[in-house]
């Protein structure tokens, strides 16, 4: 009975230290947390990285911890840089914020920053599969749709730059009539598809946000790339033409009416055409 009495004793007490050391990791992490914001504030990146990292291990169900951790990452991922290291750091904010939307697939910060960092890595298909994730969560976002037009757009602009190069072909922006007609051929089927799908999401955009004259500046040039896939209709081309032209004016349109708003609110602080603040 001693023995048995003892040992319930010891199992109690030991229980008792474990609860007693969990709640110590739990607010030491929220310390290192809260060390990590301050570090992050004062752009002092690597030593925010450290903070966050030592949270996440010290409390492993702390999901403020891993987005702050991911974000942090994000921070010092340079957008067009291929070295490895770069490319390792895009990685593993990628895989934090996965680990975030484990638990929560609806997060939509997350899905934002994984978007984000897969453009700015240059993985262009998985950036643009991950906006329109952004999309289903949130199908009001101005920034996803634009994103995903101006995806469409690069990869439509380096289709027509690629098959003009070996035939040593200057790109005039108003339908390339004078190419050889197997180029356009060429182009027309590469490029179809991309550029419907890229009005389709910058006309969106457009429509959630009024003012977005960056949006307005693509449709203008995925209007230009249109007229290259609709080079055996004459008049189809003219037509894109047209709507290119006039979609650089509204752009133009909309960027003076934004810098006119800038400069007349109170106190310099304003939402410019992407809803920053500046």
């Known amino acids: 009975m001693n023995q048995t009495a003892r040992f319930w004793g010891l199992a109690v007490l030991a229980a008792g230290i474990v609860v007693s050391m969990s709640g110590c990791d739990r607010l030491a992490a929220r310390d290192q947390l809260n060390k990590g914001v301050e570090a992050y504030k004062a752009a002092h990146y690597e030593e925010a990285i450290g903070h966050f990292q030592k949270a996440t291990q010290l409390d492993p169900t702390l999901p403020t911890a891993k987005a702050y951790l991911g974000t942090?990452?994000?921070?010092?991922?340079?957008?067009?840089?291929?070295?490895p290291e770069n490319l390792k750091t895009a990685h593993q904010a990628i895989d934090i914020f996965n680990e975030v939307l484990a638990k929560d697939p609806t997060d939509v910060n997350s899905i934002k920053q994984i978007a984000s960092l897969y453009f700015n890595i240059k993985e262009l298909d998985q950036a643009r599969e991950w906006q329109k994730k952004v999309l289903a969560v949130d199908p009001r976002d101005p920034e996803a749709a634009y994103t995903i037009g101006v995806i469409d757009w690069t990869e439509a602009h380096e289709n027509v730059l690629k098959a003009?190069?070996?035939?040593?072909?200057?790109?005039?922006?108003?339908?390339n009539v004078k190419a050889p007609k197997k180029v356009l051929e060429e182009i027309s089927t590469k490029n179809k598809a991309l550029v419907d799908e890229a009005l389709q999401y910058l006309n969106q955009a457009v429509a959630n946000r009024a003012n977005y004259d960056d949006a307005m500046s693509y449709i203008n040039l995925v209007y230009r790339r249109k007229a290259d896939v609709d080079y055996a209709d004459p008049a189809a081309v003219k037509a894109d033409i047209a709507a290119a032209d006039d979609w650089s004016a509204k752009s133009m349109g909309a960027r003076k009416a934004n810098e006119e708003k800038k400069n007349q609110a109170p106190g310099g602080i304003v939402m410019d055409s992407n809803g920053s603040m500046k």
């Open 164 to 175: 003009f190069e070996s035939g040593n072909i200057n790109d005039d922006g108003k339908g």
């Open 72 to 83: 942090a990452l994000a921070g010092n991922v340079v957008p067009g840089l291929d070295t």
